[in-house]
């Protein structure tokens, strides 16, 4: 997705949030910020992966719709990490100095969720659609570049680190507190294939015994939100 396209999308769902919020008759609309804690993983047969911990910020905007249902629409940025476990071949010693190998993963998200609300403006069960758009999956250390993953042969951690970029997520979660300081737990589930680009590259799919690469994310969000 061009950065055109995702600011295209982003005028739009915020237009189409606001819009929902004025025509509530209690016009109850607030802009705020929102940051929080992230616990990363991808749920994979091809690698042997470890969860990663990460950081989130982003704006958000939330207005009553209809009776107790309310409308968020938030742009956020995470920056989220993950352990894949490898071996250094070329060093017999220490076990071949085998370890699980970090990698970076920065993203922009926009989600656009529907809150029902239990205590009004205190405590929401939130759901919806979150659209994605991640980077490359970096090496946290360039020392690592030629380690080979846990169940290849010849596959480098340098190898994996261009992954698709464009993901769309189902989010559900709890949110709970005060009308203007609230927390908030939530679970996203990637239902796109992570690594759907390596099934297009012939020099990946070559060494992959299992035939297809895949794995969808899986994160858990623990943040605040700040409402002026």
């Known amino acids: 997705m ?6 295209f999308v982003t005028v739009l ?3 189409t949030q606001s819009s929902f919020s004025q025509r509530n008759y209690q016009e109850y609309n607030l802009l705020g910020l929102y940051g929080g804690l992230t616990l990363f993983d991808i749920d994979t047969d091809n690698f042997n992966t470890q969860q990663g911990s990460g950081l989130t910020v982003g704006f958000v905007t939330r207005g009553d719709v209809y009776n107790n249902w309310d409308l968020e629409y938030g742009v956020s940025f995470q920056q989220n990490e993950v352990g894949i476990f490898g ?3 070329t060093n017999p010693t220490n076990n071949f100095d085998e370890q699980y190998i970090n990698y970076t993963l920065q993203s922009a998200q926009i989600k656009l969720l529907a809150g029902y609300n239990i205590i009004r403006h205190h405590l929401t069960v939130d759901f919806g659609p979150i659209l994605n758009v991640n980077g490359k999956m970096n090496l946290d250390s360039e020392r690592f570049e030629n380690f080979i993953l846990d ?9 994996i680190e261009n992954i698709s970029r464009v993901h769309f997520h189902l989010a559900g979660g709890v949110t709970a507190g005060l009308e203007n300081v609230r927390l908030n737990a939530q679970y996203q589930y990637g239902v796109t294939n992570l690594f759907n680009r390596f099934n297009d590259t012939e020099a990946l ?8 690469f895949k794995g969808t994310t899986s994160t858990i969000v623990l943040g605040a939100y700040t409402f002026f």
């Open 87 to 89: 071996r250094d071949l």
């Open 2 to 7: 061009s950065l055109k396209s995702f600011l």
């Open 13 to 15: 769902l915020i237009a």
């Open 151 to 159: 169940g290849y042969s010849t596959l480098k951690a340098s190898d």
């Open 205 to 212: 799919t070559s060494q992959n015994p299992e035939g297809e």
